[in-house]
Nanobody
Framework: VLLVESGGGLVQAGDSLRLSCIDE????????MAWFRQAPGKEREFVAG????????FYSDSARGRFTVNRDKRSNTLTLQMNSLKPEDTGVYYC?????????????????WGQGTQVTVSP
């Protein structure tokens, strides 16, 4: 699995952003996928994920109701639509893949990672 993220940027509080992750090796049809983020000085934390079947999404408490994760198996793309952004959403966002078929939220459960894309939300 080779994951490449895009879509990060600098926005103001209340704005929206859409992140994308493409599996350039076209193998993530068999994987669960997720978005994590890492703020400076903090541990990497789970944001949102989708099971391998593509039909079941799960979210962190901070993301639920504001973010939407979606995967398109035909285009091998995972997206994260982020609305009503807050300064505390600032961080590097990573796309990750796991061979697990249950809703894992621990970073250690994910075997493959992208390079990350920076999201900065100003007050």
């Amino acid at each position: 699995v080779l994951l490449v993220e895009s879509g990060g940027g600098l926005v103001q509080a209340g704005d929206s952003l859409r992140l994308s992750c493409i599996d350039e090796q076209r193998t993530f049809k068999k994987h669960g996928m997720a978005w994590f983020r890492q703020a400076p000085g903090k541990e990497r934390e789970f944001v949102a994920g989708v099971l391998w079947n593509g039909n079941t999404a799960f979210y962190s408490d901070s993301a639920r109701g504001r973010f939407t994760v979606n995967r398109d198996k035909r285009s091998n793309t995972l997206t994260l639509q982020m609305n009503s952004l807050k300064p505390e959403d600032t961080g590097v966002y990573y796309c990750a893949a796991t061979t697990s078929n249950i809703d894992r939220v621990e970073a250690a459960a994910y075997e493959d990672w992208g390079q990350g894309t920076q999201v900065t939300v100003s007050p």
